[in-house]
Each structure stands twice: as structure tokens, then as C-alpha cells.
């Protein structure tokens, strides 16, 4: 499974837009890059799948080039309720288990 | 749909006691479920891989005498911590798999809402 890195934690303020950056050099061909939220005493939510190009849905957007070696997980207009660890896996539809690495926690401060 | 339950969402208990936590997927079902630990400020760890029907699969380190699972229905899997200590004491996730692929959505999977387990 190809490894992720993110950055441990970002800060923002309300309204603005967020962008968290993942870096997944190994990724394989049929490897998809997946988006998780996090809240305290939670478990994950499924926020964003993408394989390439641009994924966009009801509560953000992943962006990914052509190299596929990294990918990045946009929030428009963030609320302090966007306060959460964001994790970036990626998943192979050959591996049946998802393997999280260490998230973004992200604080938007008002 | 795709909604995972688990119960309790709480439980303290002592040391020496054994502990069920049970996860069930309420509207699909879920050839296979997760279960995964996680200690406060870290990722989730995965644990093991439960098959229904079948006898689940140990990550690394995880003792699967002390950790009891079960996978007796599509929709239930159980985790029994057996003689919990202090040390046991985490955050405990699972997660349920559908079984079919759904358009680009390769390994598919829902997350419960997690047990606080709390060993004194």
C-alpha cells in the first residue's frame, strides 16, 4: 500500500477556503486516493474519492494531477464546525482493509 | 443507507473483566467488517479483518485470544475484550464493507461510531 504524507495540522478562519495537500509517491495504477473526517470520540466519515483530474461533491473537491503522486482536498468556505482530523488514504480495489496514516488536524478559528 | 451501529457507545468496566462491543450494519450487508483501535491524539489502527462465516484475520501484535471476534451474520460482527486491563483502555472503531462495487467506489466502506472503553 503506497504511504501518504500530510501535514500534522493547519489553521484557518472562518469562510476561507482550505486546501490540505497529501503526497502519495507510490501510488499504483489502480489505486484510488480516498478523504476522511474525523471529529473527537468519532469515527471517520467518508468525505471524497477520487482516481484523477477532479472530483467535486456537496462538501469539497480533490484535485489530483496527472502524475497522480499527490492530491489535494479542498474545503470551500470552512465553518468552525470543519474543525477535524482529515485523513488521505489510499485505497486499492485489490486490498480489502484501509490503512490511515497520521491526518491533518485542522482548527478554523473564528 | 450505509449506516453502522455500535453498542455500547460507552462501557467502564474492571480490570479482569471481559468486555462485548458489538457492530452491525443496519441497511446493507457486509461481507466483511474492521475493527480498529485508537488511542487518543493517534490514527485509527487497524486491528483485524472479520469474514462472516469464517475465522478473522489478525493484524500484527494483536492478540486474538485476548481479542475475541465474531462474524456470525451479514450484519453483526463482535468484538469481545477478554480479561481488559487498564491498557485496553482506547477508543474502538469498526467498519462494515459492502459487498458490491458501487461505480468508482472500490473498497467501500462505513465506519460505526465508535466504543469509549474504559478499564480501572
Known amino acids: 500500500l503506497a504511504k501518504t504524507t500530510q501535514p500534522i495540522s493547519m489553521d484557518s478562519y472562518e469562510g476561507q477556503e482550505v486546501n490540505i495537500t497529501c503526497s502519495h509517491n507510490?501510488?499504483?495504477?489502480?489505486?484510488?486516493i480516498t478523504w476522511y473526517q474525523q471529529f473527537p470520540s468519532q469515527g471517520p466519515r467518508f468525505i471524497i474519492q477520487?482516481?484523477?483530474t477532479k472530483v467535486t461533491n456537496e462538501v469539497a473537491s480533490l484535485f489530483i494531477p496527472a502524475d497522480r503522486k499527490s492530491s489535494t482536498l479542498s474545503l470551500p468556505r470552512v465553518s468552525l464546525s470543519d474543525t477535524a482530523v482529515y485523513y488521505c488514504?489510499?485505497?486499492?480495489?485489490?486490498?480489502?482493509?484501509?490503512?490511515f496514516g497520521s491526518g491533518t488536524q485542522l482548527t478554523v478559528l473564528p | 443507507g450505509a449506516v453502522v451501529s455500535q453498542h455500547p457507545s460507552w462501557v467502564i468496566c474492571k480490570s479482569g473483566t471481559s468486555v462485548k462491543i458489538e457492530c452491525r450494519s443496519l441497511?446493507?450487508?457486509?461481507?466483511?467488517m474492521f475493527w480498529y483501535r485508537q488511542f487518543p491524539k493517534q490514527s485509527l489502527m487497524l486491528m483485524a479483518t472479520?469474514?462472516?462465516?469464517?475465522?478473522?484475520?489478525?493484524e500484527q501484535g494483536v492478540e486474538k485470544d485476548k481479542f475475541l471476534i465474531n462474524h456470525a451474520s451479514l450484519t453483526l460482527s463482535t468484538l469481545t475484550v477478554t480479561s481488559a486491563h487498564p491498557e485496553d483502555s482506547s477508543f474502538y472503531i469498526c467498519?462494515?464493507?459492502?459487498?458490491?462495487?458501487?461505480?468508482?467506489?472500490?473498497?467501500?466502506?462505513?465506519f460505526g461510531p465508535g466504543t469509549r472503553l474504559t478499564v480501572l
Open positions: 477520487g482516481y484523477k
Open positions: 441497511d446493507f450487508q457486509a461481507t466483511t
Open positions: 507510490n501510488i499504483a495504477t489502480n489505486d484510488y
Open positions: 488514504l489510499v485505497t486499492s480495489g485489490s486490498a480489502r482493509q484501509l490503512t
Open positions: 472479520s469474514n462472516e462465516g469464517s475465522k478473522a484475520t489478525y
Open positions: 467498519s462494515a464493507r459492502r459487498g458490491v462495487w458501487r461505480g468508482s467506489s472500490y473498497n467501500e466502506q462505513f
